[in-house]
């Protein structure tokens, strides 16, 4: 006999079953014909390329979008959601990457919001929602007290408000979409020893995330999306990486992530001299030289002071003290434009808030650091821009629809390419890419490995920044460790080892040779 929804004899009945799920933007097909089940107490993995559909999957069980066709069930029961709401009276919460807390309240008031009722205003209510709020951030691990300001709290530590926030309403479904883009590593574990906990009260968990490592060790099954249909399912006996890459990117991954590399060349001139930098809120200065032609990775933990190093370098931040010289001259620029004009040009870490401007096209967002170039008599040379944005494109590989779309309409790994490519149209002579593939799904990474290799064999020098350790060796040729915004040690490509930088990033002192 077969269970309800398909399920074997004997299995858990389905808590959620999506069939059938369509949804269509302005004549574009996001999802067409999906289905998914998530069962009480298990950890159900979401995967796929940036634009496959997860995110719109998820926004349609929570209440945020109508489907356009199909149906959801709840323990047998057909539902339909007309705003979020409704899905959070299903027990149904979402965990969005960027997330929805309001900074100027308090942790009490951040957990309950929406959910307050007529009497919280009364002292006694007040107090009630405190003394909950309490046992719930106890249940997550949160030491820090109701009344404490959510904007004085870490990115982990609002992320466990979020998690709190969803227990408050009892929450059967939770859906985690990329929960550790921002986390350190033991914020992570934090969190994955809270979802083993969920798991174990019953609560099913629908987790989005890129990381393969950790989609392996948290899963029961892997269900994956592709071009907004159903590409397969997995159990966790069955997943390995190079199936779960194969059903994303509908082939596998010929060579693997990473493309080969020549041996390091210790005699290669040096391109960027850094002697005793100071970073603003560093405690000592920092020296290291960058070669021509090599990718420069650096390793450590959030908080570290590598994005902070990246922005001196770049201008953004003045040096407290130190020396820099590139080619031999020396080198102190005072705001971006300085290092732009001697050819220092910085990717940043947030994209989106920071490498471009979403509501502007393709074209524009390429040509937008270097636009005194294509004036003409005061006026914008939109032929040359084209022409340039075109190129870049074609270099890039990247997907858009044409070089006039809005960047906010591409995902996560083609608005990295543009990043890139506007960087690469003005030549670069040293490239600065801070975590150059957060977000970004599995076949947008092996493509952008690519490129930046293609780019340190062209002569171009690279300054990496990643916290993901099997990239950051994956790609370098050395790798510099900091830690408390100290470097505290650089590691020669044959001594690589994930033991030992983490012992470097972690409580280590040791000074690699």
Do not use: C
Request: proline fraction near 5%; glycine fraction near 10%; charge should be positive.
């Amino acid at each position: 006999m077969e269970a309800p929804d398909g399920g074997a004899p004997g299995a858990t009945p389905d808590l959620l079953v999506m069939r059938g799920i369509g949804k269509r933007f302005a004549g574009v097909t996001a999802l067409s014909n999906v289905s998914i089940t998530a069962r009480p107490g298990e950890v159900l993995a979401l995967m796929g390329e940036n634009g496959a559909g997860k995110s719109t999957l998820m926004k349609i069980l929570g209440g945020v979008q109508p489907p356009d066709g199909g149906e959801i069930r709840i323990d047998g029961e057909a539902v339909t959601f007309d705003g979020v709401g409704a899905a959070r009276a299903r027990k149904i919460v979402l965990i969005h990457q960027e997330l929805m807390l309001a900074p100027n309240l308090d942790i009490a008031s951040n957990v309950f919001l929406g959910s307050e009722g007529r009497g919280l205003l009364a002292p006694l209510a007040r107090g009630q929602a405190r003394e909950k709020t309490k046992a719930l951030l106890a249940r997550v691990g949160l030491d820090q007290s109701p009344t404490t300001l959510v904007g004085a709290l870490s990115v982990g530590q609002r992320q466990m408000v979020e998690i709190a926030r969803a227990l408050s309403v009892s929450a059967r479904i939770i859906v985690m979409d990329e929960p550790t883009a921002s986390l350190s590593a033991d914020e992570s574990q934090r969190l994955f020893t809270i979802i083993r906990q969920l798991r174990a009260d019953g609560v099913a968990i629908i987790y989005i995330s890129h990381r393969m490592e950790e989609v392996l060790e948290l899963s029961d099954r892997i269900a994956v999306l592709r071009d907004g249909r159903n590409a397969g399912e997995l159990t966790r006996q069955e997943a390995t990486t190079d199936k779960i890459v194969a059903l994303m990117v509908g082939r596998e991954l010929t060579g693997g992530y990473f493309p080969p590399r020549p041996e390091p060349d210790p005699t290669r001139e040096t391109l960027l001299e850094v002697k005793d930098l100071m970073v603003p809120g560093a405690p000592a200065g920092v020296s290291f030289n960058l070669r021509r032609g090599e990718i420069l990775g650096f390793a450590g933990l959030v908080g570290a002071g590598r994005t902070e190093l990246a922005q001196t370098i770049f201008g953004v931040t003045p040096a407290g003290g130190g020396v820099m010289r590139l080619d031999g001259k020396p080198f102190a620029p005072r705001r971006p434009r300085d290092a732009i004009n001697r050819g220092v040009y910085l990717a940043p870490e947030d994209r989106k808030r920071h490498g471009l401007v979403l509501p502007m096209s393709v074209a524009e967002n390429t040509s937008l650091p270097a636009v005194g170039s294509y004036n003409a008599w005061g006026w914008l040379d939109r032929k040359t821009e084209r022409k340039v944005a075109r190129a870049e494109v074609t270099r890039m590989a990247t997907k858009t629809p044409t070089i006039d779309t809005a960047v906010a309409t591409l995902s996560g790994g083609n608005q990295q390419k543009v990043v890139l490519g506007k960087w690469l149209a003005m030549k670069p002579r040293v490239l600065i890419l801070d975590e150059p593939t957060r977000g970004i799904d599995v076949g947008a990474r092996a493509e952008i490995y690519r490129h930046v290799a293609a780019l340190a064999a062209q002569g171009i020098a690279i300054l990496m920044i990643s916290s993901d350790l099997e990239e950051v060796m994956g790609l370098s040729d050395r790798v510099a460790v900091m830690r408390e915004r100290r470097l505290v040690g650089i590691v020669e490509r044959a001594a690589l080892s994930a033991e030992r930088l983490g012992a470097m990033m972690t409580t280590s002192v040791e000074k690699a040779a």
